[in-house]
């Protein structure tokens, strides 16, 4: 039998927590900065620029969806809305669902169930 994983207190949450939003922090100011000095504050996708205070709008989405690949040319990057990099982020999670369902109606017949199929094997 498994034992059960040990609940943290709410100050150790807190903690991981601090933990995760400064590692997280630290991760995005190197290729976000990076990111922003090498292209133009304007969404890729819908076209709105960015300055001042608005800017912290913008994100570095990263085209092939790896947020360790972050080649110094910058290939991998595309600057987004917040808006824009969400929907980004949407359309993959959908097209994988697609997926997922599309090969479970392949093992499945098509079209309605019928329930007295194999009445006659019965007999």
């Not at 059960?4 to 991760?27: G, M, Q």
């Not at 709105?48 to 969806?65: A, M, N, Q, S, Y």
Request: a positive charge; aromatic letters at 6%; one cysteine or more.
């Amino acid at each position: 039998m498994t034992q059960r994983p040990k609940l943290l207190s709410a100050a150790e949450r807190e903690t991981v927590r601090a933990a995760l939003h400064r590692d997280i922090a630290k991760r995005n100011a190197g290729y976000r900065a990076k990111a922003l000095k090498m292209f133009p504050h304007v969404c890729g996708s819908c076209a709105r620029e960015f300055e001042g205070k608005r800017l912290k709008e913008l994100t570095v989405h990263h085209r092939d969806h790896d947020h360790n690949n972050n080649p110094p040319d910058g290939s991998n990057w595309e600057m987004l809305c917040i808006y824009c990099h969400d929907h980004e982020h949407e359309k993959l999670i959908n097209a994988k669902h697609r997926r997922f369902s599309e090969s479970d109606s392949k093992s499945s017949k098509p079209g309605l169930a019928t329930p007295f199929e194999n009445l006659g094997d019965l007999s």
